[in-house]
């Protein structure tokens, strides 16, 4: 056992793909789930999906109102916060709008700053430590052709990875990162075909990872099992970042 159980876990994006899959292991670990999503067509469907074990936030994690809604449950104790929402809005520079530089910096790394923020803050308080766990994305070691947006987000997170577990480790709050490969979720069946093919190739393993394959990683650096780990990113992308 992981020692999750009636733990409180926060979990951002988890409506779709790695979050869905994050939140699903983490209910048959026992946990009781605050899971936190855009208004989608899913939300009757995740809250059949989670038993008496779940409160969910719909709406924007960028925005105020979502944030105190976010800080209010975290009043009732957090364990747990699982910073997994992030979006993509791909171009290359001279085609890069504000619009999408600012929205995906708003969401991948703004918002995971502002809910760390007031999740820390309650963590020190309850006195019994806790775990942030951030999304990264291999593209943060080696850049991607039009991301330049989406992968400045992606280092930035594992940087503040590092920063936050140097400020927050008194405490006993462990704060890590996982830097996901090409995983088959919705935001990557976006991409051309012949780029999986191409990422496929890149792995060691010649395939795409799986959503619970990503989940597995956030369970078991939540777990005690991974007491002594922090500051760390942990790669879980079948050897892509080899090259
Ligand atoms: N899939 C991959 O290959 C891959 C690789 C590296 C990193 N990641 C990262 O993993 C995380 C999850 O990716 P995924 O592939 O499961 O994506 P996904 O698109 O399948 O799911 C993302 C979820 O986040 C939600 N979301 C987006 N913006 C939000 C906002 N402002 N407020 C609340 N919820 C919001 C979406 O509604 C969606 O349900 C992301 O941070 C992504 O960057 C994914």
């Given at each position: 056992m992981l020692g999750l159980t009636n733990k409180r876990v926060f979990i951002t994006?988890?409506?779709?793909g790695i979050g869905r899959a994050t939140a699903e292991r983490f209910y048959k670990e026992g946990s009781e789930l605050v899971l936190i999503d855009m208004p989608t067509l899913e939300a009757a469907e995740l809250q059949s999906l989670f038993p008496n074990k779940m409160t969910y936030i719909q709406g924007d994690v960028t925005t105020l109102d979502v944030q105190n809604k976010i800080k209010a449950e975290a009043?009732?104790?957090?364990d747990v916060l699982v910073n997994n929402a992030g979006i993509t809005r791909d171009a290359t520079l001279l085609k890069m709008t504000d619009e999408q530089w600012d929205s995906v910096i708003a969401v991948n790394l703004t918002a995971i700053f502002k809910l760390t923020r007031l999740a820390a803050e309650k963590m020190k308080a309850q006195g019994r430590g806790g775990v942030i766990l951030n999304a990264a994305s291999v593209v943060a070691h080696y850049g991607n052709f039009g991301q330049a947006n989406y992968s400045a987000t992606k280092a930035g997170v594992i940087a503040m990875t590092k920063t936050l577990s140097k400020e927050l480790g008194k405490d006993q709050i462990r704060v890590n990162a996982v830097a996901p490969g090409f995983i088959a979720t919705p935001m990557v069946a976006k991409m051309p075909e012949k780029v999986l093919t191409m990422m496929e190739e890149k792995s060691p393993l010649r395939r795409l990872g799986k959503p619970e394959e990503i989940a597995a990683a956030y369970a078991f650096l939540a777990s005690d099992d991974a007491?002594?780990?922090?500051?760390t990113t942990l790669n879980v992308d079948g050897g892509t970042i080899l090259g």
């Open positions: 994006g988890a409506a779709s009043e009732k104790g957090i007491k002594y780990i922090t500051g």
